[in-house]
């Protein structure tokens, strides 16, 4: 499995590496079928082009989804997720760890984290 999953964030990285404008990026991920249909489109807008490194894949047994741990080459972490969906395994979230909370989902005062909403990935 660690080859498909390779497979497919290579490919998945290629597209977003190539200097395409977002529409068109997105176009094609969605065409190869690559992301799943509930990917929140707005984490692949505004892309900058790095070059990633995959760090670690684990398989969440309790939820039936590979979890990938990525970082590009700024050291900036990013997390994944991949699910099955029609027989074929998609790309379901990639988003950056949050850059208030760094991945903790609370701020310096200990509230939630108002830009990730707690869940120490994203923005809400």
Not at 56 to 82: A, G, R
Not at 96 to 112: Q, Y
Request: proline share 1%.
């Amino acid at each position: 499995m660690k080859d498909k999953i390779e497979f497919i964030y290579s490919r998945f990285l290629e597209l977003w590496n190539k200097k395409l404008e977002d529409k068109y990026f997105i176009s094609a991920v969605i065409r190869e079928e690559l992301i799943s249909k509930d990917f929140e489109i707005r984490y692949l807008e505004n892309r900058d082009v790095f070059n990633f490194k995959i760090l670690h894949i684990e398989f969440k047994n309790d939820k039936n989804i590979y979890e990938i741990k990525l970082e590009d080459e700024k050291k900036c972490p990013y997390k994944s997720e991949l699910i099955l969906e029609g027989g074929k395994w998609k790309i379901s979230s990639f988003i950056f760890m949050c850059f208030i909370c760094f991945g903790k989902g609370v701020d310096w005062n200990n509230d939630t984290c108002e830009v990730c909403g707690g869940e120490g990935w994203g923005v809400q």
